[in-house]
């Protein structure tokens, strides 16, 4: 009564909170009924608490994903009336928010229980592009399962320059399901693709290439800017300012341009670029123009397989060439004579041979915005290896500490073999033979010890290309000698690949040269180190002991295959034992039947140098064993019975 009381003598005298306290006193009331309402209706027996949005994680449908059951419909890649897909399930932008606005790359919370969202919820709408669209502008990569570790590379890459405004095309469901759960924004191409590599030039290669082309005619209608990208390849500078330097640009495309036309950072000189436009790095903008030259590219490679993406675009664009838009522009009237076409300069935007071959960036002192591993041999595994070799791959750490640990050695060439002379295709193999025979001792020795390799760097004086030439290509950058990539000289993947053990002995692990000085190697690897200096037998403190002096063990040269095992077997948990040299480093095998599968192995690690232009067939083979052949001389196969390595 009291309370009451006091309440009625403070309502006479202030009427105005008596009204605050009326509204605070119903809102309580309000609040309350509407968290018990909450509570009630969240009853997993209710019908209307199971959400069917995208990505309510903790109540999905139980069905993995799975392409089973499912027919294409109007608005899938693999067919031509696609138009109208930015029509299709448009009821989830609100759900499809709670996923693009994640950290990329932060694995979500485990759901409760684990499901994945519907499948249906990863079509490719303009709600969905909408999502990651920045300053109107994606940015858009696919592919599928088999190279997930390159589209996590091209993803990191992107994710460290600060740049998020893009998405991946996954082609299979295991792709899309495996990047889902990355945090990766992925959407699906309904292309039911296999989940293996493809391989360059097969029909599911051209497939893919296909498929490219009817997702860029599906992304323009949205009106939105695209940069399209294959998976092969990184970024290492936001190419988007530079886009932006060229608003009037219909399309600007990358090149197989390997003789600069400028010297600075500006579009190629179109008048002298007489390469292949190269489709792996362009940029579309949404005009009439250039969704004109899509419907039509795309009419072009779906009436015929046979088509190389790539090639029909280079024999459209090509129809019309000139003149150019402005002086100095850059750009070029093409097509049609309205399209606005401009040549990335590949000084910067690199393709495989301007970047690890000519480092033409490098000479005319610019900073590269990416890489594009073409130019290059031995397959996917090639391309692995070249951006591992810059260290622009990402593997996972368990890479960087293989089991075993690792072996290696400092090359030595002698000064006359790699500057002395002409630059000649005798002089050429001289000095790679040298180097190939103290890789096969190390090798063996890696085998011996069952520690990975890592591949030394090796100079070349000679470019390896796929046609006759005069040792490098004139008008190019490339520096003789130089670095070259080791698919020049080996066949990267064989060595990668899983030989029978009972024919081919253990396998041989390798690494990239540059695989000890990776950020991503592990501190506990770095300082687990063993160097090892050869000496002559008999020579102070040289002696087959296990004793190291300051942290350096003196190894007897030409030590046999039992002399390692006893020696080296004390230093089975160091991480890395390096050889000042492989120059006598090993006797040999003392196990017979051991060396001859090793022999078997090595000499299919080997590849051809091309070509010499006076003779056909041009392409001369490398030989693991070319010592042990008195007068082995660097020539091409005389017959076609003579065409085949040397095994």
Request: glycine share 6%; hydrophobic share 35%; charged share 20%.
């Amino acid at each position: 009564m009291g309370l009451v009381k006091s309440c009625e003598e403070f309502t006479h005298s202030r009427p105005l909170f008596l009204t605050i306290y009326t509204v605070v006193i119903i809102g309580i009331v309000v609040s309350t009924c509407y968290v018990f309402s909450a509570i009630y209706s969240s009853n997993p027996s209710s019908p209307d608490s199971s959400p069917s949005t995208w990505f309510s994680l903790s109540s999905q449908p139980s069905s993995p994903l799975s392409n089973e059951g499912r027919g294409p419909s109007d608005q899938t890649l693999n067919v031509s009336k696609s138009e109208t897909v930015h029509d299709v399930h448009p009821s989830t932008p609100e759900t499809q928010k709670v996923l693009w606005k994640r950290p990329v790359l932060e694995v979500p919370p485990p759901p409760h229980p684990k499901k994945m969202p519907p499948l249906e919820d990863f079509q490719l709408t303009k709600e969905l592009f909408q999502q990651r669209v920045k300053d109107n502008i994606i940015i858009v990569t696919f592919g599928n399962y088999a190279f997930m570790d390159f589209i996590m590379t091209w993803v990191r890459h992107l994710d460290d320059l600060g740049v998020s405004n893009y998405l991946v095309g996954a082609m299979d469901t295991k792709l899309l399901e495996a990047l889902f759960w990355k945090g990766v924004p992925v959407f699906d191409m309904n292309s039911h693709m296999s989940t293996a590599d493809v391989g360059w030039g097969s029909p599911t290669f051209h497939k893919m290439g296909r498929e490219k082309v009817i997702l860029i005619n599906l992304i323009l209608p949205f009106g939105y800017e695209l940069l399209m990208c294959d998976t092969d390849m990184v970024w290492l500078k936001n190419p988007l300012p530079y886009l932006a330097r060229y608003p009037e640009a219909d399309v600007l495309t990358s090149s197989d341009q390997v003789i600069p036309t400028v010297v600075d950072d500006s579009l190629e000189v179109w008048q002298e670029v007489g390469a292949a436009y190269n489709i792996g790095i362009f940029h579309w903008r949404p005009t009439k123009s250039a969704k004109k030259l899509a419907l039509e590219w795309k009419e072009l490679v779906l009436a015929d397989e046979k088509i190389w993406d790539q090639t029909g675009f280079n024999d459209i664009v090509h129809r019309q060439l000139g003149p150019s838009v402005e002086e100095d522009s850059g750009l070029v009237y093409a097509y049609d004579g309205n399209l606005k076409l401009g040549i990335l300069p590949a000084s910067i935007f690199c393709s495989g041979h301007t970047y690890f071959v000519q480092a033409m960036y490098q000479q005319l002192r610019l900073e590269p915005y990416a890489v594009h591993t073409t130019f290059q041999f031995a397959g996917t595994e090639g391309k692995r290896h070249r951006l591992r070799e810059a260290m622009f791959f990402h593997d996972p750490p368990e890479y960087y500490n293989p089991p075993g640990g690792f072996l290696s050695f400092k090359p030595s060439i002698p000064k006359s073999l790699l500057l002395s002379g002409n630059h000649t295709v005798g002089s050429h193999f001289t000095l790679v033979n040298y180097q190939i025979k103290q890789i096969r001792t190390a090798l063996a020795i890696a085998s011996i010890l069952n520690r990975t390799l890592v591949m030394p760097p090796i100079w070349c004086r000679l470019d390896r290309l796929w046609f006759p030439h005069p040792g490098v290509l004139e008008g190019s950058m490339t520096r003789q000698p130089f670095l070259c990539p080791l698919d020049h000289v080996f066949e990267v993947n064989v060595m990668l690949k899983d030989l029978p053990k009972e024919e081919f002995g253990p396998g041989i692990d390798i690494r990239e040269y540059s695989v000890l000085d990776n950020p991503s190697l592990p501190p506990e690897v770095k300082k687990s180190w063993l160097d090892v200096q050869l000496c002559k037998e008999g020579s102070q403190d040289c002696n087959a002991s296990n004793n190291t002096i300051g942290g350096v063990l003196k190894f007897p040269k030409h030590s046999n295959e039992e002399m390692y095992m006893k020696v080296f077997s004390s230093f089975k948990d160091v991480k890395v034992i390096q050889f000042s040299s492989m120059q006598d480093a090993f006797a040999g095998f003392t196990d017979k039947e051991r060396e001859e599968k090793f022999r078997k192995r090595v000499k299919r690690y080997l590849g051809i140098w091309c070509c010499v232009s006076d003779h056909i067939p041009g392409h001369i083979y490398y030989d693991m064993y070319w010592d042990e052949k008195p007068g082995w001389t660097p020539l091409p196969p005389q017959t076609s019975a003579d065409d085949h390595p040397p095994w």
